[in-house]
């Protein structure tokens, strides 16, 4: 490859900027949850059914933060194991197709998206998928950075949707571990924004023999 190969042009500084964005808005998504759940004691409430329809735009607004967020880190990341970006894909595809599905059922059913994500665990199950995605791009900034908090995403959040799926935590610990990811992935995505433009870059020749 020669050197205007490695040239890094503005295309790439906006496909950074990009990639890192997604990042922070899937983290304000997960940061704001844990604070409207600490703002209203969410743990406290004798009805979660109540609770979730007179939280309903905050809550739609923070489930879609996320899912976008997440979906346009994960199409714009640069990685140089073509594997690994296939597999983040697939995770997010399926977790994308279950939103839209759960939309549906949702309209249809008469239940409401944001209660079967919660109450169902289909809903969960499926919202899982995005969020393993999002801990795969939280896997790859460990692996190639050491950011102990991406570490600590890549654990939390699966403890949190299995425990939630399961029923294996109570409200109040599920908040917990709510808050633990939600600053976690605040600290991630805030160190993630001010980091020179060309270590998420790396050796573009790479990904030029492996498109």
């Given amino acids: ?39 209203s004691r969410a743990w406290e409430t004798p009805s979660a059914q109540g609770w979730i329809d007179s939280h309903r735009l905050a809550l739609h607004l923070m489930v879609w933060s996320v899912t976008i967020g997440t979906g346009i880190s994960v199409v714009t990341v640069h990685l140089y194991m073509r ?38 665990p289909y809903g969960t199950f499926g919202f899982g998928f995005v969020l393993a995605a999002l801990c795969g791009i939280a896997v790859k900034e460990a692996f190639c950075f050491g950011r102990i908090e991406a570490v600590l995403i890549a654990v939390v959040t699966p403890i949190l949707v299995l425990g ?45 023999q492996n498109p």
């Fill in 1 to 39: 490859m020669d050197e205007l190969s490695q040239e890094i042009t503005p295309q790439d500084i906006r496909g950074v900027r990009v990639y890192r964005g997604g990042i922070l808005l899937a983290a304000a998504g997960v940061v704001g949850a844990a604070l409207l759940l600490f703002v």
């Fill in 83 to 120: 594997q690994f970006h296939t597999l983040l894909k697939i995770l997010y595809g399926i977790g994308l197709a279950a939103m839209g599905a759960f939309v549906v059922l949702g309209l249809i059913g008469g239940r409401g998206f944001l209660h079967i994500l919660y109450e169902t």
């Fill in 164 to 208: 939630h799926l399961f029923r294996w935590t109570s409200p109040q610990t599920g908040f917990l571990l709510l808050a633990a990811d939600a600053i976690f992935l605040g600290i991630f995505a805030a160190r993630k924004w001010i980091m020179p433009v060309d270590l998420d870059i790396g050796d573009k020749s790479i990904y030029m």
